[in-house]
């Protein structure tokens, strides 16, 4: 195992942590909102968050790329300050929470709305404000859907290419990742680093996946109460 | 525990989908019954009283408490309304166990200055739960979720308990075990109750005070016994006809059967029943169907059924071809109603104020204990 294969590995890690925690507290509330709330543009927010799904992931990128150039929407001229995201290990991150926004939002929205809302009710009517309902109540119910949620986001996180490779580049030992790892391993013909990469990849996948499948398999049917 | 019970206003117009539901009562009972048919409305009151209803207009009042008055715009959220609500469906938490759910609302009893501590070890006792604290609610029968969801609410130091059809879910043998709880609860806690059935046993077992709902409006109220025997009730209260309910304490055991006393503390009247389970001094329910008692009008002899009771007659409802007959058979005992066809009542001459005898089998005694 090289050097720059333990460094894409070790980024991959620390990136879609970090990509992961980003996405998990306000994508869990919008999810919870989009559950049990109806207001005007409702469904708009919901297919723009849900956009980077079925997009291209290279348009995302370059959608990205655009936002954080020196004249984008985020970029330094109109913050004042460079932020210093194009072709760091930032840029993996934000190519990652962008990906995986859309499989966490949507995945906690479902499991929000599994939680008979007659429970929070009855949370209610027994003394708890609104916040500790949420917390004590919802949250709790909702649990396993809410870790398959994040799960999920995770390994998406993990496995994005297309985004990553538009903003962050393909730099060994700076930005590049598993994914974009196994590209440039397959590309110049390091076949047994490419193949190493694949197993660390499968494995992942196999165990994530298999972990949603126990986690839906196993919720205790709480519309019925 | 001889504080009288606050008084609680209800009133209120809420739209429904078919109706508005309109209500306009107030009651100082400990026990006021909310009876109808499904569809009438009962749920969507407990739903208002209990805050879980926003878009109802009028005015909800507890003793002092006011939790909603539209005319300056007061409403108080479900949690800030100290009722312990008891949903049909009981909405245990599926994520605590047994303690867990009955201590979900022991926040709310602290805070008005309720010993929880205490109040749960008399719950668990009265409701016979110590058995089932430690377990899922997913491996709980029917009458044992029943009991959680009453002991949660209790739990939480409510100043108005919230019934919804407290027996409806459960098959017919289990209700009857369901029962004895609900009443010992009642005596226990002094909690006031509003309850919604559409039993009528339940109703007379448990209620100080009733009211029918019909299509959204009251159409009735008063006394349980008075209420279920107007004829214009009457169809609405039973397929099966009028059960009689009421309150009885063991004396004393016989080989197969026991002898009661009827009614509360210092009643004369004495029953033989089938043998109790319970120990003489027990308190225990006991049914008869209004149509398994039978008037005479001298006393007659050479009977083989074992209860003779001596009764005069308060008043006669006809409903159809049928007569409903109450009787007052003495101090502390209550009322019982009779039914025979209208046929009877011109041949014996029955009218108010007339001494009759009536005649029941020891078997036909129902004990709910």
């Not at chain 2, 009562?25 to 208002?48: C, D, P, R």
């Not at chain 2, 009614?263 to 089938?274: K, L, Q």
């Not at chain 2, 005992?333 to 005649?359: D, F, Q, R, W, Y």
Request: net charge negative.
């Amino acid at each position: 195992m090289t050097e720059t294969t333990i460094s894409a590995l070790l980024l991959t890690l620390k990136t879609a942590t970090v990509a992961t925690v980003i996405v998990t507290i306000p994508g869990t509330l919008l999810a919870y909102i989009l559950a049990r709330y109806s207001f005007p543009g409702k469904d708009v927010i919901a297919t723009i968050v849900g956009l980077p799904l079925v997009m291209p992931p290279t348009a995302v990128g370059y959608l990205l790329l655009k936002t954080f150039s020196t004249h984008g929407l985020l970029g330094p001229e109109t913050l004042g300050f460079d932020p210093e995201i194009l072709l760091t290990w930032k840029a993996v991150v934000v190519a990652c929470s962008v990906m995986a926004t859309p499989l966490v939002v949507r995945t906690a929205r479902v499991t929000f709305e599994g939680v008979n809302p007659r429970l929070e009710v009855m949370a209610q009517t027994l003394g708890h404000g609104r916040i500790r309902t949420f917390f004590f109540y919802t949250l709790p119910l909702a649990s396993r859907g809410l870790l398959a949620a994040i799960i999920l986001g995770f390994t998406r996180a993990v496995g994005e290419f297309g985004a990553t490779i538009t903003i962050a580049g393909n730099i060994p030992g700076r930005t590049q990742t598993l994914s974009t790892a196994i590209y440039s391993a397959q590309q110049v013909g390091r076949d047994a680093e490419a193949y190493f990469l694949l197993g660390v990849a499968l494995l992942v996948g196999f165990a994530a996946i298999m972990a949603t499948e126990y986690l839906s398999r196993k919720s205790p049917g709480y519309l019925s109460g | 525990m001889n504080t009288p019970t606050p008084q609680l206003r209800i009133s209120f117009s809420l739209p429904l989908d078919q109706f508005t539901l309109q209500v306009d009562y107030t009651t100082a009972h400990q026990v006021t019954g909310v009876f109808g048919v499904s569809g009438a409305g009962k749920t969507s009151l407990l739903e208002t009283v209990a805050g879980i209803r926003k878009d109802a207009e009028g005015v909800i009042k507890l003793g002092e408490e006011t939790w909603l008055n539209s005319t300056d715009n007061t409403y108080l959220p479900p949690h800030q309304r100290k009722v312990g609500y008891v949903p049909q469906d009981n909405l245990l938490f599926p994520h605590q166990n047994v303690r867990q759910n009955l201590l979900a609302g022991a926040k709310r009893a602290e805070r008005n200055q309720r010993e929880i501590d205490s109040l749960f070890d008399r719950v668990v006792q009265l409701l016979d739960i110590a058995g089932l604290l430690s377990r899922q609610i997913g491996t709980l029968s029917g009458g044992e979720r029943q009991r959680v969801a009453l002991g949660r609410a209790i739990c939480s130091g409510p100043g108005l308990l919230l019934l919804d059809e407290p027996l409806a879910s459960l098959d017919v043998a289990l209700r009857y075990q369901i029962l004895p709880f609900l009443h010992r609860m009642k005596e226990e806690f002094r909690i006031p109750i509003l309850l919604v059935s559409h039993d009528p046993v339940e109703v007379q077992a448990l209620c100080d005070d009733l009211l029918v709902l019909k299509a959204g409006r009251i159409t009735a109220s008063g006394h349980p016994r008075e209420v279920l025997t107007d004829p214009d009730v009457f169809p609405v209260a039973d397929r099966e006809g009028f059960q009689n309910i009421f309150p009885a304490i063991i004396e004393a055991h016989e080989q197969e059967t026991s002898t009661l006393q009827m009614g509360e503390d210092g009643s004369s009247i004495r029953i033989v029943t089938p043998r109790a389970a319970g120990n003489p001094g027990d308190r225990v329910l006991v049914g008869i169907p209004a149509y398994d008692i039978i008037l005479g009008d001298h006393e007659p002899k050479g009977l083989s059924a074992r209860n003779i009771l001596q009764a005069d007659i308060t008043n006669i409802h006809s409903a159809g071809t049928l007569n409903l007959v109450t009787v007052t058979l003495g101090e502390n005992v209550p009322n019982l109603v009779v039914e025979i066809t209208e046929k009877s009542t011109h041949e014996m001459a029955l009218e108010p104020g007339k001494e009759v005898h009536l005649i029941i089998k020891t078997a036909s005694w129902r004990l709910h204990e």
